[in-house]
């Protein structure tokens, strides 16, 4: 092998939630010779971001140093991949280095297409418009939502896939209960644009988001998008897929989220769904194992399982891979099973939370005994700031929930 060469027995792509996660668990139960190939030197608890565009958590708090994260014991691979060769069981990487493997995790995360929509990269540098969807975004929608006192204010969600499918409108609800509080909600026309029929997949917490919508007086524009948006003219079209009608609404604040699909090079990869265009990780939604390659696996917002993508569903299908990648390097059947668990934390206002679980079912399935979570509720905002994050940061990354 050329001095661009490593070799381990499990080559991890991405050290985001899902990569850490993994990588911590088989540490755990005694696995050597793992490698994650991770380019970043800084990691993010992205669904804090939230609570950072709506001014209730600052920035720094979501982000630590990658290294920090790094279970001991894992090679780390400063690096970029750039391609799999699933036959030569080789990754390459953006500085010419080919990872050789035995066995291959895909988590490389989501693909923001800001240019996938006219104007909308463009318009996030003019001081109306922001994006919780990035980390130095963030705070600059807790500033805009401040400085609003009248006028129109414009929250959009994209169709197809998109991590965290709630996150979108959880703004609108913080903004909206801030300009509430601070007395000129009266004042402001809040328009939604939800690419949905509805304002959630399960009915149960759908009606729940009627009741939270018509509290704050928006008004919700269903199975609608943004397909433009004009900077200069400070407008966007909205295009109603229902309908087959566009129409321009001004607006004085927005909120974009961009489509998101899966990152260019595994789309243009021989591990990517040929079926699908969004070009994911094509996987058994259940084993979480390749359909045509088995010894490559994937999990979090890389893999085509159906779930919704999010880091709740990561806690879910990280025990999963990590049983299943054993079993497949000892010989033995996969036998650990994903149910498509994920779950929404739904800020509904400064100070309550409504906690969203359903599976691939699409019913509820709460995991907190006794207390009625199809509900907004108070104690769930403690949940929200500050027991997901503690979660995460001690118990998920190091591969103990
Ligand atoms: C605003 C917002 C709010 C959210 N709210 C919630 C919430 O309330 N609850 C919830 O459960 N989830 C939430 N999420 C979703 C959650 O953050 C993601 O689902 C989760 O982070 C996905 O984990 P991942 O490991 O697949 O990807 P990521 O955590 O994004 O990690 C991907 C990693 O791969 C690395 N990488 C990328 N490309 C390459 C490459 N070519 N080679 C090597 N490494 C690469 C990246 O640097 C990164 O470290 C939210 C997300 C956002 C943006």
Redesign the pocket.
Known sequence: MSAHTIDHKVAI???????ISLAARLRRAGMTDIGI????ET?YY??L??LVGGGRAPASESARSEASVMPQGVGWIKD???GVDPDAQTVSTSSGTTIHYDHLVV???IQLDWDSVSGMAESIDTPQVSS??RYDLAPKTWQMIQKMRSGTAVFTMPSGPI??AG?PQKIAYLAADYWREQGVLDAIRVVLVLPTPGMFGVPVFAEELERVVARYGIEVRKNSEVTAVDPDGRSVTITDNSAGTTDELPYDLLHVVPRQSA?D?IKASPIADPENPAGYVQIDKNTLRHNRFDNIFAL???GSSPNS????A?RKQAPVVAENLQASIAGRPLTAQYGGYA???LTTSRKTMLLAEFDYTMQPAPSIPLIDTTRERRDMWFLKRRGLPALYWNAILTGRA
């Open positions: 792509i991405g050290g985001g939630n899902a990569g190939i991770e380019p970043a990691h992205q669904p971001w939230t970029r991949a750039e988590c490389p995360g919780n969807y991590k965290c996150a990152p090079w979090g917002d890389a993508k999010t880091g709740a990561i779950s929404c934390p």
